[in-house]
Nanobody
Framework: QMHVVESGGGSAQAGGSLRLSCAAS???????MGWSREVPGREREGVGV???????SYAHWVKGRFTISKDKVKNILFLQMNNLKLEDSAMYYC??????????????????????WGQGTQVTVSS
């Protein structure tokens, strides 16, 4: 059964960058993959998804600061985060679900929503 492991979290200053990685346990060519984040006390929100056609779609609030890419050979999904803001501090999760999946524009998620999330990696942004 597919599972994912996130890594790359840590601390960064506002305006800085971090790159998160999500390693899939098996061939993920036919899986939709994506990122979400969660802050204690708040609802988890989608960050972005990467569909089986190789296209990425982001939540409206990303506004070009984040980029999702994939190493198809190594089955690793990346989340490059630039111009980090204090409010980007959160636990970031990755998920992979078998296709088909329908991208929901502006929500950073698909329909039906991604599940099967990993354990997460913490990102802390400081001033």
């Amino acid at each position: 059964q597919m599972h994912v492991v996130e890594s790359g979290g840590g601390s960064a200053q506002a305006g800085g960058s971090l790159r998160l990685s999500c390693a899939a346990s098996e061939d993920s060519d036919q899986y939709c993959m994506g990122w979400s984040r969660e802050v204690p006390g708040r609802e988890r929100e989608g960050v972005g998804v990467f569909d089986t056609s190789g296209s990425a779609s982001y939540a409206h609030w990303v506004k070009g600061r984040f980029t999702i890419s994939k190493d198809k050979v190594k089955n690793i999904l990346f989340l490059q985060m630039n111009n980090l803001k204090l409010e980007d501090s959160a636990m970031y999760y990755c998920a992979a679900e078998p296709s088909p999946c329908i991208v929901v524009p502006g929500r950073g998620n698909v329909d039906p929503p991604l599940g099967n999330w990993g354990q997460g990696t913490q990102v802390t942004v400081s001033s």
